[in-house]
C-alpha cells in the first residue's frame, strides 16, 4: 500500500449518521489501513471495522442517511457502506487521487476532488457513472455544497483560491482568493457563509458567498479541519501543532483553544452540538470534547492514520411523542404493539393466547373481554381483548396501561395491528412526530383506518395517524416536528383515539422499542428490530387556539 507523506492527502473524515438503531455513529478513515472504524458515539466504542479501498480518505453521507461514500484515493474508487448493515455493498469510480466529497441533496450526484488530475468529478449515483468532469485550479482537497445545492465549492490548495461551481450547469462562476495552502471548507448552516482553513499559517478565511468575497481573517496557525456547530454560533479549527481553536461566528475572535492529541486534521460535532470529535493523526485516536466545558472528555483508539474532514453531521432518528402535553410514559394507551405477533386473528387462535409489550412482561388472555366487533370476519376485523401478567399483577403501571372499561388499569390490551392506541378525545391535536414530507392525507377516510395521514421521514422510516376527525395537511406538503397535522377523532368505527404507527423498510416496528430479556421475539419472528425512538420525555405543551398547520413549541425538552 502507498504512503504519502505530504500533507495534503493524510487526510480522512469523521461523519455522523442515522441509522436503523437510531443511534448517532462516526464513521473514520484509516487510510494506512484501508478501513473505516465506525464508533457508537453514545458509548464511545469502536463497535465495527470495515475493510474498503486502498487509501480511504473523504467520506459523505447520502442525503437519505443510508448510505457513506469513502474516497479511495491510491485506487480511484469511491466505497458504498450501508448504514443498516454497516457493509460495504459497492465500489464505483471516483476519478483519478480522489479525496474530498459533497453530495447534492436532491439529485443524486456526487462531486469529487480529483488530487492529482486537477478535476472534479461529477458521479451519477444511481447509475454509478461519471456523468462528466471539470476542470479546476491546481491541487483541488476540500470540498463543501452550499446546504441548497445550487454551488459547491472547491479549495485549490496550489493558487490560494476557492473554486465555486455552479451545480445545475456544472461549470465555474468565479474563483475567489483566500489565504495561503487553503485546505478544506465548511459553511453555515444559512448557506451565506464559509470558513477555508489555512494549512500554511494562514489562518481561517471568512468568506461572504453573496459577494463571494472574504470579510475577515481569523490569525493562526497550520489549520486543515473545520466545522461549524448546528447553530451556527461557533467554528471549530484544528491546529495541527494539538489544539482546536474555537471561533465566534458573531465577533470573529477566537473564544477558546483546546488541547487534544497529536496531529489533529479533521473535526466534526454530534448533531445536538454539544460534542466534538476530533481527529488525530499521529495519536491514531478520536478526542471527544465536551463543548459547554471545552475539556475533552473521552479518548478512542481507532486505525492507523486517523484524521477527520467535513461538515457532515445527520441527526439520529428520533421522534417526539405525537400528541402534545403527554410523553411516552404519561399518555393513556389503549392498545400495544405486540412483539410476539403470532397468529391471534381468528376466534379459534385467542384462548390461552400471550401477548407481550416491549417490557418483555408475558400477559395470558382475561376471561372479561369487550364484546367482538360486530360484522365482518373476526379475522379481518378482530376484537379488542385484554391480558393480564402471567402472575396476575399489572403491567408496568406508570406507562398507563388503562385496559378495557371491563378490566380496567394495568391490563394490556391488543386489536390485531403493530401499532399502539393513545386514549385521546376528539378534537385534540395531533402534530408530526418528527420532520417529513406528507405522502397520504386522507381527508375522507375509510371504514377501517378513517380519516388519515403518513408522513415520509426518510432513512425507510413513515409515521402513521389513523382515525383522525380532521386532516389539516395535503399530500406533498413538508412538515416539521411539532407541527399540527390533524385532531383526533373516532372515524374508522372506533372509540375516540389515536391509532399511531411507525414503520421502517414498510415493516411496523415499535417505537418504545423492547426492553425485555433475551432476544425479542418480534425480531426473531419478522427480521425487523425495534429500537426505542422516543427523543425525550418531555412533551410540546399546547394551549388549543393553534390552526391546521401551525407549529408548536417544545418545552423543557433536549435536543
Request: with cysteine.
Amino acid at each position: 500500500m502507498k504512503i504519502q507523506t505530504i500533507l495534503f492527502v493524510l487526510v480522512t473524515a469523521l461523519v455522523t449518521a442515522t441509522v436503523t438503531n437510531a443511534q448517532t455513529l462516526a464513521y473514520i478513515s484509516n487510510r494506512s489501513e484501508d478501513t473505516v472504524s465506525v464508533i457508537d458515539t453514545e458509548t464511545n466504542t469502536v463497535i465495527k471495522t470495515i475493510v474498503v479501498g486502498d487509501e480511504p480518505i473523504g467520506v459523505a453521507i447520502s442525503p437519505d442517511n443510508r448510505s457513506v461514500y469513502v474516497a479511495n484515493f491510491h485506487e480511484n474508487t469511491l466505497s458504498v457502506i450501508d448504514t443498516t448493515t454497516n457493509t460495504a455493498l459497492d465500489t464505483l469510480p471516483a476519478g483519478s487521487a480522489p479525496i474530498g466529497i459533497a453530495v447534492h441533496p436532491s439529485n443524486g450526484r456526487a462531486y469529487i476532488t480529483n488530487l492529482l488530475s486537477n478535476r472534479v468529478s461529477v458521479l451519477d449515483l444511481n447509475t454509478g457513472s461519471i456523468i462528466t468532469t471539470i476542470a479546476v485550479q491546481p491541487r483541488p482537497v476540500g470540498i463543501a455544497m452550499r446546504p441548497n445545492g445550487n454551488q459547491v465549492y472547491i479549495t485549490n490548495e496550489f493558487t490560494d483560491l476557492l473554486t465555486v461551481i455552479d451545480t445545475a450547469t456544472n461549470t465555474i462562476t468565479t474563483t475567489i482568493p483566500v489565504g495561503p495552502s487553503p485546505y478544506w471548507i465548511a459553511i453555515h448552516p444559512d448557506g451565506n457563509t464559509a470558513y477555508v482553513p489555512s494549512a500554511a499559517g494562514g489562518g481561517l478565511s471568512v468568506v461572504n458567498l453573496t459577494n463571494n468575497t472574504v470579510i475577515q481573517t481569523v490569525p493562526g496557525g497550520g489549520t486543515t479541519g473545520v466545522a461549524v456547530a448546528p447553530l451556527g454560533d461557533r467554528v471549530y479549527a484544528t491546529d495541527f501543532s494539538g489544539f482546536v481553536r474555537v471561533v465566534d461566528t458573531q465577533t470573529l475572535q477566537v473564544v477558546d483553544t483546546i488541547p487534544v492529541g497529536a496531529g489533529p486534521l479533521g473535526v466534526d460535532t454530534d448533531p445536538s452540538g454539544n460534542l466534538l470529535y476530533v481527529a488525530n493523526q499521529n495519536s491514531n485516536n478520536v478526542s471527544i470534547i465536551d463543548t459547554i466545558t471545552s475539556s475533552v472528555t473521552a479518548t478512542i483508539p481507532v486505525g492507523q492514520l486517523p484524521q477527520a474532514l467535513g461538515e457532515f453531521v445527520v441527526p439520529a432518528f428520533h421522534l417526539n411523542f405525537p400528541v402534545p402535553n403527554l410523553t411516552p410514559t404519561t399518555a393513556e394507551l389503549v392498545s400495544v404493539f405486540d412483539h410476539t405477533m403470532t397468529t391471534r386473528y381468528c376466534p379459534e387462535t385467542f384462548n390461552g393466547a400471550a401477548i407481550i409489550p416491549f417490557t418483555g412482561e408475558e400477559g395470558v388472555l382475561l376471561d372479561s373481554n369487550e364484546p367482538p366487533v360486530t360484522g365482518g370476519s373476526a379475522c379481518g376485523n378482530p376484537p379488542l381483548f385484554s391480558y393480564r401478567k402471567t402472575d396476575g399483577t399489572d403491567f408496568l403501571p406508570e406507562l398507563n396501561y388503562t385496559g378495557t372499561t371491563t378490566t380496567g388499569a394495568g391490563t394490556c390490551n391488543y386489536d390485531g395491528h403493530p401499532g399502539w392506541d393513545i386514549r385521546a378525545t376528539i378534537g385534540t391535536p395531533i402534530i408530526a412526530a418528527t420532520d417529513g414530507n406528507v405522502t397520504l392525507a386522507d381527508p375522507v377516510g375509510d371504514p377501517s383506518n378513517g380519516k388519515r395521514v403518513t408522513l415520509d421521514h426518510g432513512a425507510g422510516y413513515e409515521t402513521l395517524y389513523l382515525h383522525l376527525d380532521r386532516v389539516c395537511v395535503v399530500e406533498g406538503a413538508t412538515v416539521q416536528r411539532g407541527q399540527l397535522i390533524g385532531r383526533s377523532g373516532n372515524t374508522g368505527g372506533v372509540a375516540p383515539h389515536l391509532h399511531f404507527e411507525v414503520r421502517k423498510d414498510s415493516t411496523s416496528v415499535d417505537p418504545y422499542g423492547w426492553n425485555g430479556v433475551g432476544d425479542d421475539p418480534y425480531t426473531t419472528l419478522t427480521g425487523a428490530e425495534n429500537f426505542n425512538l422516543w427523543r425525550s420525555d418531555n412533551p410540546f405543551i399546547f394551549t388549543d387556539g393553534f390552526e391546521c398547520g401551525d407549529l408548536l413549541t417544545w418545552s423543557n425538552a433536549t435536543p
